[in-house]
């Protein structure tokens, strides 16, 4: 079975830093894109980055110079380190990720979702 586990959320002051992870586990041919999403209550869910199996990268406009999304391949786990925080980045963020699995027909991606976790910026 496949999952994505996030981890490093928490309650941090404004003007302060969080890093996330999340790590893909189970059986599995290879990764394509990973990233973070997010969800503040009352909101629908977006795009916060992404990242490519090749490092490319891609950011919410609003979030370019504060967010910086990275990966371990051979970790399989991609990070998002955020700086400079405010209230209204606090929201649950959630992983994603494009992951080949070998199926009855050969290779096939499947989106898969972590369980979110919990970031609160308030003093």
């Known amino acids: 079975q496949v999952q994505l586990v996030e981890s490093g959320g928490g309650l941090v002051q404004p003007g302060g830093s969080l890093r996330l992870s999340c790590a893909a586990s189970?059986?599995?041919?290879?990764?394509?894109?990973m990233g973070w999403y997010r969800q503040a209550p009352g909101k629908q869910r977006e795009l916060v980055a992404t990242?490519?199996?090749?490092?490319?990268?891609n950011y919410a406009d609003s979030l370019k110079g504060r967010f910086t999304i990275s990966r371990d391949n051979a970790k399989n786990t991609v990070y998002l380190q955020m700086n400079s925080l405010q209230p209204e980045d606090t929201a649950v963020y959630y992983c994603n990720g494009d992951l080949v699995r070998v199926g009855p027909g050969g290779l096939r991606s499947y989106d898969y979702w972590g369980q979110g976790t919990q970031v609160t910026v308030s003093s």
């Open positions: 189970g059986s599995m041919f290879s990764i394509n894109a």
């Open positions: 990242v490519t199996s090749q490092g490319s990268t």
